[in-house]
């Protein structure tokens, strides 16, 4: 009986030092934020005053949210559309041999070993309105950062490119997965290069391009380093993402009830994205 | 109307490795031509060569009078049947077929007619949904062949196609090939490393060898008459027997052969104008001869034939019998290599049994040893 109970136990054991971390640095954090997402708090942080919902009314009918919102939407799109664009492009163009092609590919994929926030740094300096590489280069006079209409696309682009070295790293093991001799056939079959890129490498490419944009789009959402050092969410609230909204809340205005729950929406919103993606791989990459 | 011309074509990988050399061959409308040797010898590059897959160092290609050497693949008007079929594994068979025509701008209903009829041909109509990983290999193949006659090309390429198919299919596959030469009325150029392939398809044979032409003609006239060591050794199965043998002219203007290294005295003769060319150039020299298994027998038949004077008594005992139903093939050591002898099924002779072995010397064939050429092969 004694041996019996004991295998019984082991697997569980086995399973202790995961659910330790899992539940040490995910789930009591989780169910942490959804708790205080119901309460208003005093500045250290601890839950005061019940109010069921009303921190999330509260941030439904702010004007400041909703531009958080809408700001979040657009630097994810420019993120992922640019971020993937770069890397496909970056590793088609690689996919090639010819002399030199491994320091391309070690540039090409270089942005994935710099840390967001020396990137940004950067690109604080090249976007300098006086003494700026992009200024003195294009003759444009232009204060890119500190101009509401340039800043999010400045932000986005630089967080594109941070993210094009992991897409370009796994594009090039997509298009190393697709065999050569179809390429050749296309050719003797009559197929441009461009009509073998439509009709051949982005098809052999849809497995590993469906799971490059699930984990492009919740990174994308999860941008925070870049924002806080470029612009911390000005100018005039138009780099405003909210990570960076919640950051401002929770540690500036010390409104950890109203940090928490934008923080359980932006849970809610990459969860609907991801389950939708999910249904729409079932149907459309196969083979 | 397809006439396909390579001049002194070359292939050269790097400052020491050539794929092909001095490459020269004349390839007519609707012949089967097959390319055979034995892996690396640098079929494929030439086949590659003629698609425009693989550039040209030095020599020049010529399609229909037409300087080709820089056409790109598509306009040379050629379709390919890869080794592994190369299917578009993101289309189903239909878009496989189609592809091709699909490129061209063909109206649409056109290419659905095509389609249906070239499925018909290979019997994979009711494949035509499925994507290539629902394919068996067999399937895979007919429907790679579908989508290179689908736009009825100049010129057919293939590089073997049969040698992922089980022995079986690939034998029944060689019956169609040749029904569909045929039926195309088309140039076929095939690659293959299997003699029995390139005897049983082509009208006309190329066999190579390191990157260079062996011999090319028609398969009876290059298994009849092999030009050297390699080509009589390469086709045929089993090959052609070999023995080191030493010249010596006799009386009565008959030339002996005296099989070196032998425990006994083996003697055999070559008779008339064949013995004298050789009685006169090599007379106690050493000369290689060759022998096929059909042409060596037993002493009953070899009394029907006449040949009874030329026995070779062999030193050992038979060492294996294959019984492959419609022969039996003996197999002896002999001068430490492999002796085989294919005989009439009816033959008896069991493992472990000695016999004496009747050459029909009319049809042996006698090598120089140094340059390894068939001596009666001008």
Known sequence: ?287 | MSEIALRNVCKQFDSEHYGVKDFNLDIHDKEFVIFVGPSGCGKSTTLRIIAGLEEITDGELWIDGELSNYLEPKERGMSMVFQNYALYPNMTVYGNMAYALKIRKLPKDEIDRKVHEVAKILEIEQLLDRRPAALSGGQKQRVAIGSAIIRKPKVFLMDEPLSNLDAKLRAQMRVELVKLHKQLDTTIIYVTHDQTEAMTLGTKIVVMKDGLIQQVGAPQSIYDNPVNLFVAGFLGSPSMNFFRCTVKAEENNRTALLLDDAKTVKKVYLDGTRGKQIADRYNGRHVILGIRPEDIYELDEAKKLGIENDSVDVDEPVVNREMLGAEVILYFDEQGKTLAVRLSPENQTQVGEKVSLYFDMEKAHVFDPETEENIFVP
Request: net charge positive.
């Open chain 1, 1 to 287: 009986m004694g041996n019996n109970s004991k295998s019984k136990i082991t697997p569980y054991l086995y399973l202790v030092p995961c659910m330790l971390i899992f539940g040490i640095f995910l789930f009591y954090p989780f169910l942490k934020t959804i708790y205080l997402s119901l309460y208003k708090t005093n500045k250290m942080g601890q839950a005061k005053l019940y109010v069921g919902l009303g921190n999330y009314k509260e941030l439904l009918q702010s004007a400041s949210f909703i531009n958080s919102l809408k700001v979040t939407l657009i630097f994810v799109l420019i993120v992922v559309v640019g971020g993937m664009l770069f890397g496909l492009i970056a590793a088609v163009l690689c996919n090639k041999a010819f002399p030199g092609i491994r320091v391309f590919s070690t540039s090409y994929a270089l942005p994935m070993a710099i840390a967001s926030s020396s990137a940004a740094m950067i690109f604080q300096i090249m976007l300098h309105p006086a003494v700026g590489i992009v200024n003195k280069l294009t003759g444009l006079d232009i204060n890119w950062l500190n101009d509401p209409n340039t800043a999010l696309i400045c932000v986005a682009i630089l967080t594109a490119w941070l993210n094009s070295g992991i897409n370009f790293l796994y594009f090039s093991a997509g298009l190393g997965n697709i065999d050569e001799t179809i390429y050749e056939r296309a050719s003797v079959d009559g197929a441009s290069s461009v009509q073998q890129f439509f009709s051949l490498t982005l098809p052999g490419l849809s497995p590993i391009m469906f799971y490059t944009l699930v984990v492009n789009i919740i990174q994308a959402f999860q941008s925070f380093g870049q924002i806080k050092i470029l612009t911390e969410g000005g100018p005039n609230e138009s780099t405003n993402v909210i990570v960076y909204s919640i950051y401002r809340d929770a540690f500036f205005n010390y409104r950890f009830g109203s940090a928490a729950a934008q923080s359980v929406i932006l849970f809610v919103i990459i969860m609907i994205i991801t389950l939708i993606m999910f249904r729409i791989e079932k149907k459309g990459v196969n083979y």
